[in-house]
């Protein structure tokens, strides 16, 4: 048989607009299946993309020093680790030592050697390390007014008089420009920047092995990112942040450009705690995780110190359910998802004849367009798409290429239309909304993204038959976003693995103005989670300075109770609200939370797997000066069923009951309410349905539960999957495998790196164990989950006995809490160096022969216990043949 290779692709990338629809509500007692007009985002390509792993966390047994372990015993469980390894033979490189907030190292090792470091005493987890990008930017005028008024932040401001003055926010991220006019200005530290710290220095990019974190102790952004988060949590001047009052700690974990790592923030957080930070913002976040993730643990105990933690949930929409990540999945952080803002401000170009006023983004890497003047005469070129066959619709040399988005990468449709001889593009939105696309390389001519709506108008002027031309104005314009107000479509889904309800609470991130650092324009665009966590940030400091009696533990709880829920995106006017685990409890409403007489607890309810009635107990506390009367009600959301990678959609809804409808309380009482969940029929697959128990005051205000489940055995979701390419064969994933082809890497940074081609051994295969052409000959298995996994492990079976090389101490692998693949088509690798830990403990080679490795994964929340929670794969036959 001829092996198959698989050459491995990078990772999509993130479409930034939602489209609207218009559809009917089913009947009350029929579910239906809800479909909207534009299609969701997907990163679904078809490639096999390999998620590499390469830098480890390693898990100690005791809790960190912030939750009650002794100095002296956590600084003795890292040196019998250090002794241990060293004893085991685990060759190593130390990152990272951690006490306060999590218990552990992060290490740089061969991925080989996993088994080995889950197995010595004292250590009871290993995580990948995880890499963080840094979003993509585009230029814009300051203006923060449209988005402001979406939370109530400017009448906390205006009418309430509140500026988060006398809180310390902690913004980790790519630092914070304090020369700023608008954050202070002026050297460091100064009035706005208190405080903070470098932990990378300019040059770190953790997607670069050749460069290393050098610390210093400014934290000036050469980035922008950070300083555009501190400006929505407080800029004061030309813009105006969320609360202008509030003092900043910078904590710079990223360069100037490129990644972090998870371990490198787990050290920034244990700074802020140091410096006695109130909140932390962290615009930052590992997809497709665990709520064990280090970096979600570490923020919780930070919570547990007294300090509000609010984190970005993610931008992995594109990739479907369960991809939101740590550490916004931590059980006490705030994990934010994010709404489009209402109103854009963006350039502006007039289109003759008509003499309309377009707003327009600019592209790219393209050549910035002109101040003035007018474009060559405007040609609609078609979808300019030659990886699928297209041929341009007309001839756009010597003239301004019309074309619409979609179907391919925005780079293609541009490099066809300058092969074509154009002199520019105008790419107009296939969705309604504005976008600003990246990738395109310069060819020397500008690229500019319009609305949908702006294309169709300069598609009708050309019909008129008149020469079509834009005039440039130098000028901008604040046009309505068509999906303002509504989930933005790069924002994650929930649950969380273990089905704890997450996102938590929304906030406006699409296509945010604010601050960027001065020797870069001092103001830009960009659209992110990254962008709503701060408008979180905040919004917790205005209420903390009204309501200082709140602790950390409280004030999420607040915030759900006052936050507005939103309708679908996929058809707003349908009457339909978005899903639980997209919005959480909804748009963040500051005054409303400020002003709130009333508390429910908990704020937020997560059923879990419900195969028949749950009841829960909500709490509702008067805070009011009188005694007031609650009527208590449900309101249904959309649930999600189907494919992990792209759900659909459907409005089956639980039925909700009360102990009792209607409630009085007096005056800092409170009454506990019994809540009876039935879920509704499973008729589709894989379903997750929510909604919002609501507590309604006679003649007041409506205080809001969010809830959300799974319908159904949790179990059912099969984790190690087989994977369908682009060309639609069907690949048996697992596979047992070897790597080759590696290009410009080297050693085992291709596989780190993702780079190489894995190579099919469907019969089995034979491994020196040995360097060849500077590759390690030595076997891999490559799985892909479409589902988190508990635990995964590899154990060593002698083919001449049929049984494990040693009894309880043969694992090959052992990695907990694994992230579910990004796509449909990506997949993880796993090594296994020839060597096992013998009864003494000690790294033993096995003799050459033949072994199989025998492949199990415990499904998510699945019992250890209970063989039908493992899914088990056995590789075949591998002979080991030294040279």
Not at 348 to 374: F, L, R
Not at 385 to 398: I, M, N, R, V, W
Request: a negative charge.
């Amino acid at each position: 048989m001829v092996p198959h290779r698989t050459r491995l692709a990078s990772l999509a990338g993130l479409t930034l607009v939602a489209g609207l629809v218009a559809t009917p509500p089913a009947s009350a007692d029929e579910a239906s299946e809800i479909a909207p007009l534009h299609p969701a985002p997907s990163a679904e390509n078809g490639e096999l993309t390999h998620q590499a792993n390469g830098l480890w966390f390693i898990e100690l047994q005791s809790p960190p020093t912030t939750e009650g372990t002794s100095s002296e015993r956590v600084e003795s469980e890292h040196a019998r680790f250090r002794t241990e390894a060293e004893g085991h033979g685990l060759e190593y490189t130390e990152r990272h030592s951690f006490s306060d907030l999590w218990n552990g190292f992060s290490v740089e090792m061969d991925d080989a050697q996993v088994g080995t470091a889950r197995e010595i005493p004292g250590v009871s987890a290993v995580y990948p390390v995880v890499t963080y990008e840094i979003p993509e930017t585009e230029d814009n005028a300051p203006d923060l007014d449209t988005a402001l008024p979406m939370t109530g932040a400017d009448i906390a401001q205006n009418e309430l008089g509140l500026t988060g003055e006398g809180l310390r926010v902690a913004v980790m991220d790519t630092g914070i420009d304090y020369t700023h006019p608008d954050l202070g200005g002026g050297g460091f530290p100064n009035e706005r920047v208190v405080t903070g710290y470098d932990f990378v220095g300019d040059d770190f990019n953790a997607g670069d092995p050749s460069t290393v974190p050098v610390p210093d102790e400014d934290p000036q952004d050469c980035h922008g990112h950070g300083t555009h988060v501190a400006g929505i949590v407080g800029a004061e001047g030309e813009v105006t942040g969320v609360a202008p009052g509030v003092d900043f700690g910078a904590y710079k974990v990223f360069g100037c450009g490129g990644s972090t790592t998870s371990d490198i923030m787990i050290a920034a957080m244990e700074q802020a705690l140091a410096d006695d930070m109130d909140v932390l913002n962290m615009s930052i976040g590992s997809a497709h995780s665990w709520p064990q993730y280090p970096t979600a643990v570490a923020a919780d105990n930070l919570v547990d110190e007294g300090m509000v933690v609010v984190a970005s949930i993610g931008n992995e929409g594109s990739t479907g359910l369960y991809s939101s990540g740590a550490p916004g999945l931590g059980e006490d952080v705030i994990g934010v998802a994010s709404y489009d803002n209402t109103h854009i401000q963006a350039a502006s170009v007039t289109a003759n004849p008509s003499g309309e006023t377009i707003a327009y983004m600019e592209m790219g890497e393209a050549s910035p367009p002109p101040t003035s003047g007018e474009t060559d005469e405007l040609v609609h070129v078609g979808r300019g798409c030659p990886s699928l066959g297209d041929e341009l619709e007309a001839d756009p040399e010597g003239r301004t290429a019309l074309m619409v988005r979609g179907e391919c990468t925005f780079a293609e449709k541009y490099d066809a239309a300058m092969a074509a001889g154009a002199t520019g593009v105008v790419m107009y939105n296939n969705v309604p909304g504005m976008f600003a696309g990246g990738g395109i390389v310069d060819q020397g001519a500008f690229a500019i993204g319009i609305s949908a709506t702006s294309g169709a108008h300069l598609r009708e002027l050309l019909e008129g038959g008149e020469p079509v031309t834009l005039t440039w104005t130098g000028e901008t314009t604040t046009v309505p976003n068509p999906t303002g107000g509504l989930i933005s479509s790069f924002s994650s889904y929930g649950l969380s693995p273990d089905l704890a309800l997450k996102p938590d609470i929304g906030a406006p991130g699409g296509l945010i103005n604010s601050t960027y650092p001065v020797d870069k324009g001092s103001y830009a665009t960009i659209s992110g989670t990254s962008m709503s966590s701060p408008h979180v940030a905040g919004g917790v400091a205005l209420l903390l300075e009204a309501r200082p009696d709140l602790g950390a533990h409280e004030v999420r709880d607040v915030l759900q109770n006052s936050s507005d829920p939103k309708a679908w995106w996929g058809s707003p006017d349908a009457g339909y609200l978005d899903n639980v685990h997209r919005q959480g409890a909804g748009m963040l409403d500051v005054p409303g939370a400020v002003l709130a007489s009333t508390t429910v607890t908990p704020g937020k309810l997560s059923l879990g797997a419900t195969e028949g009635e749950v009841t829960e107990t909500i709490t509702i506390t008067n805070d009011g000066d009188g005694e007031a009367t609650y009527e208590l009600g449900h309101e249904s959301a959309l649930g999600t069923h189907g494919d992990t990678f792209t759900p659909s959609y459907n409005d089956a809804s639980a039925e909700v009951a009360f102990d009792s409808d209607e409630v009085t309380v007096a005056p800092g009482e409170s009454v506990e309410v019994r809540v009876t969940f039935t879920p509704p029929a499973q008729d589709f697959e894989q379903m997750i349905y929510g909604g919002y128990v609501s507590v309604t005051e006679t003649g007041g205000e409506t205080y809001r539960v969010p809830y959300a489940a799974y319908n159904g055995d949790y179990q059912q979701i099969d984790a190690m999957t087989p994977i369908t390419n682009g060309d639609g064969e069907v690949l048996e994933l697992p596979w047992l495998t070897r790597i080759t082809g590696c290009g410009a890497f080297s050693g085992l940074e291709c596989v780190s790196e993702g780079g190489g081609t894995f190579e099919n051994q469907p019969d089995g295969a034979t491994y020196t164990l040995e360097w060849v052409d500077g590759l390690p000959d030595v076997p891999y298995v490559i799985a892909h989950f479409d589902h988190h996994v508990t635990r995964l492990e590899m154990t060593v079976i002698d083919e001449r006995t049929g049984r494990p090389v040693h009894p309880d101490r043969n694992v090959a692998v052992a990695v907990d809490h694994v992230h579910r693949s990004a796509t449909g088509t990506s997949f993880f690798s796993y090594a296994w160096d020839g060597t096992v830990l013998d009864r003494h403990g000690r790294i033993t080679p096995v003799r050459d022969g033949d072994y199989s490795l025998e492949v199990r994964a415990l499904k998510a929340l699945g019992d250890p216990d209970n063989p039908d929670h493992w899914e088990t794969w056995t590789s075949p036959v591998i002979t080991i043949a030294r040279g």
